[in-house]
């Protein structure tokens, strides 16, 4: 079949299968006005929540970074719980959601309230592309086919949010200040058992500590001047045989052996305090920094620690950030779902656009030659002569009405079934 490609074709087209438009458009007209009269219309209702900031924000910097550094996790968190499954069907069956439609499982109708619950943080526009923007607050909005049920739903929500946002506030601050309290004593009981273990070493190793080198050095430097002297007068005692007894050359020089033994003994002693410094030194650095290292980190956590205990006095108080009811939902006086006349004239002129491309498909795959045009086209043969096909007149009424000579005559009316081959035989 050749393609359509004049207006008058098309024309054509049309008047061939008026019929076809008529019955495809008429039937998809009456399947959109009984689906626009059979929808349900849908309700909408939406509650407001407002996220106050602290009112004691100023004073207190660090608590306040501690419960709302996180804001928007929260919300998210927040959001999570109310879209679990347990509550969720704690809502359905507390206003006894989609009683009409029993063959909803419980699954489907928490499937179907979650469809139509939306919760959207309400965000400055001119702030929103900061990674850290906080939310001022918080719209929830309902849809369902019930108006009072919308709106109770709605506030049933938003009472939930407010109960679990007052909950999370007060857990958070809580556990924040169990944790620093927690962590306070195990650091003071580390730094307690450091303090003792380096006072033992320190003990132990006191000659080899970095504070007593210095005075080990001079220490050594006096004991080798004291064994010099000590040998050189032994040597001046042995070798002074003339002027002294054997007695008490004997005496003398033994005296002076047992010094010099005393002092090669404290020489040894400070020689290896000497050689053990390294060590010690090595030693007793890891452990001052260790000390160091618990020592801040007792006064970091002692620092957060009062600010957590400040947060949560504040929280008890409600002058920390709260969740506070802007706008409650109200029972809504009109349906906010396409009217049913707008459906119905979309369905209509779908139906007809449908119809329209129906029959233009049946033309396509239709292998009839209908005009010299098309015989040429697809045979690449120009028609000599055309023969006109001869139609029979038309009456004036697609159903034959009869005429009064039919009447005179005594013949009988066409049946519909034969008024219909009469039409088609015209085509």
Request: hydrophobic content about 45%; overall charge neutral.
């Given at each position: 079949?050749?393609?359509?490609?004049?207006?008058?074709?098309?024309?054509?087209?049309?008047?061939?299968?008026?019929?076809?438009?008529?019955?495809?458009?008429?039937?998809?007209?009456?399947?959109?006005?009984l689906?626009?009269?059979?929808?349900?219309?849908?309700?909408?209702?939406?509650?407001?929540?407002?996220?106050?900031?602290?009112?004691?924000?100023?004073?207190?910097?660090?608590?306040?970074?501690?419960?709302?550094?996180?804001?928007?996790?929260?919300?998210?968190?927040?959001?999570?719980?109310?879209?679990?499954?347990?509550?969720?069907?704690?809502?359905?069956?507390?206003?006894?959601?989609?009683?009409?439609?029993?063959?909803?499982?419980?699954?489907?109708?928490?499937?179907?309230?979650?469809?139509?619950?939306?919760?959207?943080?309400?965000?400055?526009?001119?702030?929103?592309?900061?990674?850290?923007?906080?939310?001022?607050?918080?719209v929830?909005?309902?849809?369902?086919?019930?108006?009072?049920?919308?709106?109770?739903?709605?506030?049933?929500?938003?009472?939930?949010?407010?109960?679990?946002?007052?909950?999370?506030?007060?857990?958070?601050?809580?556990?924040?200040?169990?944790?620093?309290?927690?962590?306070?004593?195990?650091?003071?009981?580390?730094?307690?058992?450091?303090?003792?273990?380096?006072?033992?070493?320190?003990?132990?190793?006191?000659?080899?500590?970095?504070?007593?080198?210095?005075?080990?050095?001079?220490?050594?430097?006096?004991?080798?001047?004291?064994?010099?002297?000590?040998?050189?007068?032994?040597?001046?005692?042995?070798?002074?045989?003339?002027?002294?007894?054997?007695?008490?050359?004997a005496?003398?020089?033994?005296?002076?052996?047992?010094?010099?033994?005393?002092v090669?003994?404290?020489?040894?002693?400070?020689?290896?305090?000497?050689?053990?410094?390294?060590?010690?030194?090595?030693v007793?650095?890891?452990?001052?920094?260790?000390?160091?290292?618990?020592?801040?980190?007792?006064?970091?956590?002692?620092?957060?620690?009062?600010?957590?205990?400040?947060?949560?006095q504040?929280?008890?108080?409600?002058?920390?950030?709260?969740?506070?009811?802007?706008?409650?939902?109200?029972?809504?006086?009109?349906?906010?779902?396409?009217?049913?006349?707008?459906?119905?004239?979309?369905?209509?002129?779908?139906?007809?656009?449908?119809?329209?491309?129906?029959?233009?498909?049946?033309?396509l795959?239709?292998?009839?030659?209908?005009?010299?045009r098309?015989?040429?086209?697809?045979?690449d043969?120009?028609?000599?002569?055309?023969?006109?096909?001869?139609?029979?007149?038309?009456?004036?009424?697609?159903?034959?009405?009869?005429?009064?000579?039919?009447?005179?005559?005594?013949?009988?009316?066409?049946?519909?079934?034969?008024?219909?081959?009469?039409?088609?035989?015209?085509?």
């Amino acid at each position: 079949m050749s393609p359509l490609i004049s207006l008058s074709s098309l024309y054509r087209v049309i008047r061939r299968r008026a019929f076809f438009i008529c019955v495809v458009a008429l039937c998809g007209s009456i399947l959109s006005v009984l689906y626009a009269l059979n929808r349900p219309a849908t309700y909408e209702a939406s509650a407001v929540i407002q996220i106050e900031a602290p009112q004691v924000a100023a004073a207190l910097p660090g608590s306040t970074a501690i419960a709302t550094s996180n804001n928007r996790n929260r919300l998210k968190l927040i959001e999570q719980k109310l879209m679990s499954r347990d509550s969720v069907a704690a809502v359905v069956d507390k206003f006894d959601l989609f009683s009409r439609e029993s063959s909803l499982t419980e699954g489907e109708k928490v499937a179907s309230l979650r469809e139509s619950v939306e919760i959207v943080e309400l965000i400055d526009p001119t702030q929103a592309w900061r990674p850290d923007v906080q939310p001022s607050g918080l719209v929830i909005t309902v849809r369902l086919d019930n108006a009072v049920q919308t709106a109770e739903v709605a506030n049933e929500l938003l009472a939930q949010v407010l109960v679990e946002g007052k909950k999370r506030s007060e857990s958070q601050t809580t556990q924040t200040l169990a944790f620093f309290e927690t962590e306070e004593a195990r650091i003071s009981a580390a730094i307690e058992a450091l303090e003792i273990e380096f006072a033992r070493y320190k003990e132990q190793n006191a000659p080899s500590l970095p504070s007593a080198i210095a005075d080990q050095r001079e220490q050594l430097a006096r004991l080798r001047t004291n064994q010099l002297e000590l040998e050189n007068q032994l040597i001046q005692i042995e070798t002074s045989s003339e002027r002294l007894r054997a007695e008490e050359r004997a005496r003398q020089a033994d005296i002076l052996r047992q010094q010099v033994a005393l002092v090669n003994e404290r020489l040894a002693v400070v020689e290896m305090a000497l050689a053990k410094a390294p060590e010690v030194e090595r030693v007793f650095s890891l452990m001052s920094r260790q000390l160091e290292q618990l020592q801040a980190e007792y006064q970091t956590v002692t620092t957060r620690r009062t600010e957590a205990a400040m947060a949560r006095q504040l929280e008890s108080q409600d002058q920390f950030e709260r969740f506070e009811v802007l706008e409650t939902a109200l029972v809504p006086d009109y349906a906010v779902s396409s009217g049913k006349r707008k459906i119905a004239m979309a369905g209509g002129v779908a139906s007809l656009l449908v119809a329209l491309g129906m029959a233009f498909l049946l033309e396509l795959m239709s292998p009839v030659l209908r005009t010299s045009r098309h015989v040429e086209n697809e045979l690449d043969i120009r028609p000599v002569v055309i023969i006109p096909q001869l139609k029979k007149p038309r009456r004036s009424s697609w159903f034959w009405r009869a005429t009064p000579a039919t009447l005179a005559t005594g013949a009988a009316p066409l049946t519909f079934k034969a008024r219909i081959l009469d039409y088609l035989s015209t085509i």
